[in-house]
């Protein structure tokens, strides 16, 4: 008998003990729905920080409302770091409800962007699937 209870706490012991070892997931949804440029800069800088601090981290940026410029292709003043986020895995993701108020085309917006049908419902659906939740700004 002890030797089973023996065995069943060195299994105990050692599968929490490797379950640490084991890097946390790290899923962060922020939401940007601002025009303000500044807000774009400080974003931008914001997701680098988290990406260079967790690297595996899952990070999907939600665009609605005033915050679409970040996004259109005749606006967004940060085409390049967007792009260079995406690569590293950030998700942003357009609302198409906006869109839709703005008369706008997926064509007028950057090709790094993927749609979502209702901007808040998909931080919603985030949340509600354990992601962290960060609005963009200051």
């Not at 899923?27 to 931008?44: G, I």
Request: glycine share 6%; net charge positive.
């Amino acid at each position: 008998m002890k030797k089973i209870i023996f065995f069943l706490l060195t299994i105990v012991f050692v599968n929490h003990s490797f379950g640490q070892t084991k890097e946390k997931e790290h899923k962060v949804v922020f939401h940007l729905a601002s025009s303000d440029t500044l807000v774009h800069k400080s974003l931008v800088k914001q997701l680098g920080n988290v990406l260079d601090y967790w690297k595996n981290a899952k990070i999907e940026v939600v665009v609605h409302s005033n915050g679409i410029v970040f996004m259109k292709q005749d606006e967004a003043r940060y085409f390049k770091e967007i792009d260079a986020l995406r690569s590293r895995g950030v998700v942003f993701a357009v609302c198409e409800n906006t869109m839709k108020q703005r008369k706008l085309e997926k064509s007028q917006i950057l090709t790094s962007a993927t749609f979502v049908p209702v901007g808040l419902a998909e931080i919603v659906l985030k949340e509600e699937d354990g992601w962290s939740y960060i609005k963009a700004g200051f």
